[in-house]
């Protein structure tokens, strides 16, 4: 399960999760019911977004929803789940832009996709996805085209980038992506007249994203020379934060100029759970759920010379301030082993097919949204379960600074 959108069940109360879980259960049987049991693999947070959206712009009807069998994600138990236009539009958007990672992946010859049988597989598949998608996308009138030139352009645009060039010109072709997927939903709504406003929510989504996936790879990428926006371009760390955070302030400003019947989960999703999400990104979420850890509470945790951080001669040192690190040295190489606060090597990345092996395994046991802590299937980085990740909010004012909220 992948995305920027991974809500914690703390937050969004047993209301707002049922409903959230409607969505994301109802998009990966929409994939199943039109494209077969191998495509639920691409189902994705933020995928259901757009079914979010499609139903919260009209009013509900018993129609939208419809009781799923027992299922091993929900622990064997029955659920009401999303099911209509939303559903299905958000399985196009999700084939459509799951083919073109794996068309990113086989022309980075990552892991085994370097070899050329496996990746003339992987090509077929992502051809197979792209006219699943595109057959479903005009059953609703959607030209998912439009997804397929806005990728194919990133190529291009990646090969042109280079120091100075701005960051905006490399996320362009997300934000158009996203910004056609959002706007497609006031058109299945009936209110043509939201159509701008979420084009620009859509838009500032896709940049978001695309943000926020360089900064989670940035360290990765340059241990592996793989090709990443933020290196390339030359843009520091503080520039990023500074854009992520425009793109949610316009995110909310968009969204107050879209007539909803019901915007409870949308605003839940698209301004608390953004704001969540970039300060997990970026190091600065905290969770009231978890013990305080090394950056939560802990007042040996930062500052020159404390326990674990940085300290005037380099990288950390368990007794304050760092040394300059020779063989054997606490925090230089060589020195104290990971369990005692030595720092551990970089993991080597799966490859494609390794990494969706085990994100079947991690997504049938649950442990993506429950674990503790699990280890990402193409990444190898220890993440948390969705449910574990969560700050506590109980209310809209307590970390919501919108106005209006």
């Known amino acids: 399960m ?13 209301a707002l999760r049922t409903e959230w879980m409607a969505h994301l259960c109802g998009l990966c049987l929409a994939l199943r019911a039109d494209h077969g049991q191998f495509a639920r693999i691409v189902t994705n947070y933020d995928g259901l977004i757009v079914s979010v959206l499609t139903e919260a712009q009209g009013e509900r009807t018993p129609a939208q929803r419809r009781t ?29 832009l799951a083919s073109a990672k794996v068309r990113d992946h086989v022309a980075d010859r990552d892991g085994v996709l370097a070899r050329r049988p496996v990746a ?18 005009a059953a609703l009138g959607f030209d998912t085209a439009l997804l397929v030139d806005a990728v194919d352009r990133q190529t291009g645009i990646e090969a042109l980038t280079g120091p100075g060039t701005s ?6 072709p997300t934000e ?35 943000l926020l996936d360089a900064v989670e790879d940035k360290e990765t990428d340059a241990a592996s020379g793989a090709w990443n926006p933020l290196t390339v371009t030359g843009t520091s760390l503080a520039e990023a934060r500074r854009l992520a ?6 995110i909310r400003l968009a969204l107050k100029d879209v007539r909803f019947v019901d915007d409870r989960l949308v605003h839940v999703l698209l301004a608390h759970e953004l704001r969540t999400s970039v300060n997990r990104t970026f190091g600065t979420a905290t969770c009231s759920h978890r013990q305080p850890g090394p950056s939560q509470g802990n007042p040996y945790a930062s500052g ?10 380099g990288p950390a040192h368990p007794y304050g301030g760092g040394s300059p690190g020779g063989p ?14 030595g720092r551990s090597p970089e993991p080597k990345r799966r490859g494609f097919w390794a990494g969706c092996a085990v994100f079947v395994g991690l997504f049938c046991t649950c442990r993506i949204c429950c674990a503790k802590e699990y280890e990402g299937p193409w990444s190898r980085k220890k993440r948390e379960g969705c449910c574990r990740d969560c700050d506590g909010c109980d209310g809209c004012d307590c970390c919501c600074p919108c106005d209006g909220c």
Not at 120 to 137: H, K, L, P
Not at 304 to 313: I, R, T
């Open 2 to 14: 992948f995305g920027i959108v991974r809500p914690c069940s703390h937050r969004l109360g047993d």
């Open 68 to 96: 799923a069998g027992p299922c091993p994600l929900r622990a064997m138990r029955t659920a009401p789940v999303a099911r209509g236009e939303g559903a299905k539009l958000a399985a196009a958007v999700s084939l459509v």
């Open 120 to 137: 003339a597989a992987a090509r077929r598949v992502a051809a197979g996805w792209d006219r699943a998608g595109a057959r479903s996308g």
């Open 167 to 172: 960051l905006l010109t490399v996320t362009e």
């Open 176 to 210: 158009t992506a996203t910004a056609a997927a959002f706007a497609h939903t006031a058109v299945l709504a009936g209110r043509p007249e939201n159509m701008a406003p979420l084009a620009e929510a859509g838009r500032l989504f896709g940049r978001l994203a695309h």
């Open 245 to 250: 955070d425009d793109a949610v302030h316009g």
């Open 304 to 313: 020159g010379g404390s326990f674990g951080a940085p300290g005037p001669y």
């Open 328 to 341: 054997g040295v606490p925090g230089g190489p060589g020195g104290l082993p990971p369990q005692f606060g």
